[in-house]
């Protein structure tokens, strides 16, 4: 994926993840679509830091970026 994010099917059953730890890409997207700033999520996530949540959110741009959306 990238040098923060990783995709392994031993952990999280293969969701990404930010690298070395267990905080799946989603939570952190349900996070700022919930109102939390990056800031808030760095309380709530002590070992991550803004890079990891900006990885995150590129992870999540390119991904979309590359679905097909079927009407």
């Known amino acids: 994926m990238n040098e923060r994010v990783s995709v392994d099917p031993r952990i999280c ?3 990404p993840c930010i690298r070395g730890t267990r905080i799946m890409v989603r939570n952190i997207l349900g996070m ?5 700033t990056v ?15 900006v ?11 590359e679905e097909k959306v079927i009407l």
Do not use: Q
């Open 39 to 53: 800031e808030r999520i760095l309380e709530a996530y002590p070992e991550l830091t803004r890079d990891d949540v």
């Open 32 to 36: 700022i679509a919930g109102g939390y």
């Open 55 to 65: 990885a995150a959110l590129h992870y999540a741009s390119r991904v979309i970026d």
């Open 13 to 15: 059953s293969g969701k």
